[in-house]
T-cell receptor, first 107, second 116 residues
Framework: GIQVEQSPPDLILQEGANSTLRCNFS?????LQWFHQNPWGQLINLFYIPSGTKQNGRLSATTVATERYSLLYISSSQTTDSGVYFC?????????FGTGTSLTVIP | DAGVIQSPRHEVTEMGQEVTLRCKPI?????LFWYRQTMMRGLELLIYFNNNVPIDDSGMPEDRFSAKMPNASFSTLKIQPSEPRDSAVYFC??????????????FGDGTRLSIL
């Protein structure tokens, strides 16, 4: 299957700071999603972004499919942003998940 | 709109018992996925269905696991007999798509399974 690497594995931010999370993948994909797993374990869909750039409020994402990476930007972080961020990719409907970036935002 | 609905939310049972997890996908979605999340292995796809037909079950760990989708609005994942190493959070997800068509997956809240 496709290898998915996320970096950094852990991140601690002061509230209000910005951050960039990275997802590298080993093969061509047609599907890519970013998820936030909150402290209650729910997987929240952030972006469906197999290519290009999208923005939603303080979050934005960019995928450069030809170079096999995606970036998730979090600006003006808030404590509610804490949790684990997963990148999931797939050539088709089968998703391969990265190991996630664990984000802690401290007040 | 109702999202993906999973039941039960939590299940605690003894080793050797049969466990059945249930999932109702989003209405109109034609693809359904079962995932398992553990600390050791992270999130891994177990099986997925398209139009109620199992397409890929290569992620099912062993014969003790089985999944069915008798109709477009219901799927089950069954473990018989259960073992302590099956303890995990099991997620169901659905999407509208076919083949490689690009469609996002929507996840349920998961079932936290503990086998004693």
């Amino acid at each position: 299957g496709i290898q998915v690497e996320q970096s950094p594995p852990d991140l601690i931010l002061q509230e209000g700071a910005n951050s960039t999370l990275r997802c590298n993948f080993s093969d061509s994909v047609n599907n890519l999603q970013w998820f936030h797993q909150n402290p209650w374990g729910q997987l929240i869909n952030l972006f469906y972004i197999p290519s290009g750039t999208k923005q939603n409020g303080r979050l934005s994402a960019t995928t450069v499919a030809t170079e096999r990476y995606s970036l998730l930007y979090i600006s003006s972080s808030q404590t509610t942003d804490s949790g684990v961020y997963f990148c999931a990719v797939g050539p088709g409907n089968q998703f391969y998940f990265g190991t996630g970036t664990s984000l802690t935002v401290i007040p | 709109d109702a999202g993906v609905i999973q039941s039960p939310r939590h299940e605690v049972t003894e080793m050797g018992q049969e466990v059945t997890l249930r999932c109702k996908p989003i209405s109109g979605h034609n693809s359904l996925f079962w995932y398992r999340q553990t600390m050791m292995r992270g999130l891994e796809l177990l099986i997925y269905f398209n139009n109620n037909v199992p397409i890929d079950d290569s992620g099912m760990p062993e014969d003790r696991f089985s999944a069915k989708m008798p109709n477009a609005s219901f799927s089950t994942l069954k473990i018989q007999p259960s073992e302590p190493r099956d303890s995990a959070v099991y997620f169901c997800a659905s999407s509208l798509g076919q083949g490689n068509r690009n469609q996002p997956q929507h996840f349920g809240d998961g079932t936290r399974l503990s086998i004693l």
